[in-house]
């Protein structure tokens, strides 16, 4: 920490950040109040030109240079949105019908995307639970 400070208008910006990245991740270990604190002291010592540099290399602003990586995160995202909306069209038809048993349960668990799509607008106009999850149900009548 006293060093991140100590060098947070250092002339080398890389080494700047290298030492407040370092004394960021050590902080993580303290409870969220000091942490929090830390960081802002961290912060608050950098340069104007470190911190944006400290920011951009923030996880969140990371852009994945290998196709490796670009892979497997596009993969963990369109699993996330798959079971985000799973889970959002399991509450939508347990609100509609009533808790769904164990095979509905496991037929929107697996269903794809564009699957789920089809169920949570087949869910507005159905009447019951297995016309909402029925492939191939007729359309309803806009």
């Given at each position: 920490?006293?060093s ?53 290399m ?72 297995q ?12």
């Amino acid at each position: 920490m006293l060093s991140a400070i100590a060098h947070g208008h250092d002339v080398n910006i890389d080494k700047s950040v290298q030492i407040a990245f370092a004394a960021q991740f050590a902080s993580l270990g303290l409870d969220v109040d000091r942490s929090k604190m830390y960081f802002d002291f961290i912060m608050a010592s950098l340069s104007e030109a470190a911190r944006g540099k400290f920011e951009n290399m923030q996880p969140a602003n990371y852009v994945y240079q290998s196709d490796f990586a670009k892979r497997y995160v596009a993969q963990g995202e369109a699993l996330g949105e798959a079971k985000g909306r799973a889970d959002l069209v399991l509450r939508q038809l347990t609100l509609r019908f009533g808790p769904p048993g164990d095979a509905v349960q496991r037929q929107i668990a697996q269903a794809s995307i564009s699957e789920l799509n089809d169920i949570g607008e087949r869910l507005l106009t159905a009447s019951t639970i297995q016309e909402a999850i029925e492939r191939g149900s007729p359309e309803q009548p806009g």
